[in-house]
């Protein structure tokens, strides 16, 4: 057991505490960042004539030797250590005696830590951004060459009126594109360092904590140091940014689920993201979609965990902080995981447009365009609906589509309906004639497009 805080005590900790209490097996993760910030700390402690500057290159190449090492697998992270900062000092005193004990210097493993956390959550940040970004261009692809490909649109998973595949997955666009700036802003709300925030009071020795901020890369310092230590404000934002990403994705595989069933059969999932059935050698099932649904849970899970612990948090670091690390992890592999994996999904999926727009064409999704060319004939909306209810039993009760009803038959029922309904109700003219901002007309969608395109490419 590799402790760095021994002097005090005059027992040791039971064995099954030091488990309690350790961090090593999950903070390992941020190994790179711990050394980064070393490495940034050193450097501004020697400007200001704390160190040396031969103890700065003593300590720097230090670090670097425990960088190569632990790369080349000759030097292992092990329970050994407490945590990823015990294992670092501890290494660093190990191969350059004095000088590394002067590393700690100013510093506390509470503003350490809150460093730590901050860097590698601001890389997952923009990590996670880009990944979005590539769903977007899959996204606008596919929009850019479906702005004909006529589908159903539903309300309460019933067909209501005729849209386009564009359109569909436009609104996919839009929340994909809020979350990419949601991320944005989380980056520039959390882009300040905490390092030089001490323990909680920050220190007596000058140290330049604008110097700090700006070698790693940094906006500038936080301007509070027990708010400094004790912040996890831009961590639980983060995973609420997660959160709402992956209610997305999940809506879109669920509907990728329904579209991809036998009684849909709107899209083929390719192969290569599919699997099979023990049993049922027919069975080609959707399961990347039905994962990327069902992860959704253990993401919210990590910002209710996150939330929960923070309510009772006094100021300023408390232990219980250290659970912000573990869930967290797991929320930003599991969601930086599915936007991949549903990337390639959508990538490689193939839309049944003929199968599309049979659906379209057998709901009545034209119901409402009927009612209108009444309205245009000068009947009352409310009459004109109640008319087209009584066209819409007339064709279930026949098996058939309005568009399937002869003049006569029309006309038995309102003698208002003239040759020109057929084109008024066609599946072409209840898409293309909706042409308002965000409506699914060509034209609307093709401006829609050109706007998405511009904002790819800033
Ligand atoms: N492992 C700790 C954490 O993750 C590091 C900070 C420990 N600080 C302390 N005062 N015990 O929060």
Same mark, same amino acid.
Request: hydrophobic share 35%.
């Given at each position: ?5 021994g002097?005090?005590?005059t027992k040791?900790?039971?064995?099954l505490v030091?488990e ?10 941020f190994f ?7 490495r940034a700390h050193v450097r ?5 004539g704390?160190?040396?500057?031969v103890?700065r290159?003593e300590?720097l190449?230090g670090?670097?030797?425990i960088?190569a090492?632990?790369e080349?697998g000759k ?6 250590y407490e945590?990823i900062h015990s ?6 005193i =190990?191969r350059?005696?004095?000088?590394g004990?002067k590393?700690?210097t100013?510093?506390s493993r509470n503003d ?6 901050r860097?590698?959550t601001r ?6 951004e880009?990944?979005i ?7 606008l ?7 004909e490909?006529i589908m159903?649109?539903f ?5 209501a009126?005729?849209?386009t595949?564009a359109?569909?997955?436009? *609104?996919?666009?839009e929340?994909?594109r809020?979350?990419?700036l949601r ?7 959390m882009n ?7 323990a909680l009071a ?5 140290l330049?904590? =604008? ?5 790693l890369?940094?906006?500038?310092p936080?301007e509070n140091s027990m708010?400094g230590v ?8 983060y995973l609420s940014a997660?959160?709402?990403i992956?209610m997305?994705l ?6 990728v689920?329904i ?10 999932i390719?192969d290569a993201?599919?699997?099979g059935?023990?049993?049922?050698p027919?069975?080609?099932?959707? =399961?990347?979609?039905?994962?990327v649904?069902?992860k959704?849970?253990?993401v ?8 929960t612990?923070?309510?009772g ?7 219980d902080?250290?659970?912000d690390?573990?869930? *967290?992890f797991d929320a930003m592999d599991?969601t930086n995981?599915?936007?991949?994996l549903?990337?390639g999904?959508?990538?490689?999926m193939?839309?049944?447009?003929d ?6 064409k057998?709901?009545?999704?034209n119901?409402t =365009? ?8 000068g009947?009352p909306?409310r009459?004109a609906h109640?008319i087209?209810?009584?066209v819409?039993?007339?064709c ?7 568009d ?8 038995a029922i309102s003698?208002v309906?003239?040759e020109?309904?057929?084109?008024a109700?066609?599946?072409d ?9 965000g409506?699914?007309g060509?034209e609307a969608m093709e401006?829609?497009?050109e706007n998405y395109k511009?904002?790819l490419?800033?």
């Open positions: 057991m590799a402790q760095l805080w002097g005090r005590f040791a900790t039971d064995k030091y309690f209490n350790a961090s090593i097996g999950f903070d390992q993760r790179k960042e711990d050394l980064q910030g070393s501004m402690l020697a400007k200001q704390i160190l040396t500057e103890e290159d300590i190449a670090l670097d030797g960088e090492d632990v080349a030097l292992e992270i092990t329970s050994e945590d294992f670092v000092e501890a290494n660093l =190990d350059i005696g004095d000088a004990k590393l700690h100013g510093r350490q830590v809150a460093l730590d956390m860097l590698y890389s997952q940040v923009l990590y996670t880009s990944q970004n590539h769903l977007l261009h899959t996204i692809h596919i929009m850019e060459e479906n702005t490909t159903p649109g309300t309460h998973l019933q067909k009126q005729p849209i595949l359109h569909h997955l436009g *609104a996919y666009f929340m994909f809020r979350d990419e991320l944005q802003d989380i980056y520039n709300r300040y360092c905490p390092l030089g925030s001490g920050g220190t007596t020795y000058p330049d904590r =604008d110097y700090t901020a700006e070698l890369d940094f906006y500038g936080t708010d004790s912040d996890r404000d831009y961590l639980i934002e997660l959160s709402t992956m997305h999940s809506r879109f595989s669920e509907e689920i579209w991809n069933s036998n009684e849909y059969r709107f899209v083929e390719d993201y599919s699997t059935s023990s049993i049922m027919q069975k080609k099932n959707p =399961d990347i979609a039905e994962l649904r069902g959704t849970g253990r919210y899970g990590a910002l209710m965990s996150l939330l612990t923070m309510k948090i006094p100021l300023a670091y408390n232990k902080m250290q659970e690390k573990e869930m *967290a599991t995981g599915c936007i991949q549903f990337d999904m959508l990538e490689t193939e839309f049944n447009k199968n599309m727009e049979a659906s379209a057998n709901g009545f999704t119901a =365009d009927a009612a209108d060319y009444l309205v245009n004939h009947v909306f009459d109640s087209i209810g009584q819409v039993l007339y279930i009760d026949r098996g058939i589509a309005i399937d009803m002869t003049l006569e038959e029309l006309q003698p309906f003239e020109d309904i057929y084109e109700i066609s599946m003219t209840c898409v293309n004639k909706r042409l308002t901002i409506a699914p060509k401006q829609a497009i511009e904002y490419a800033e």
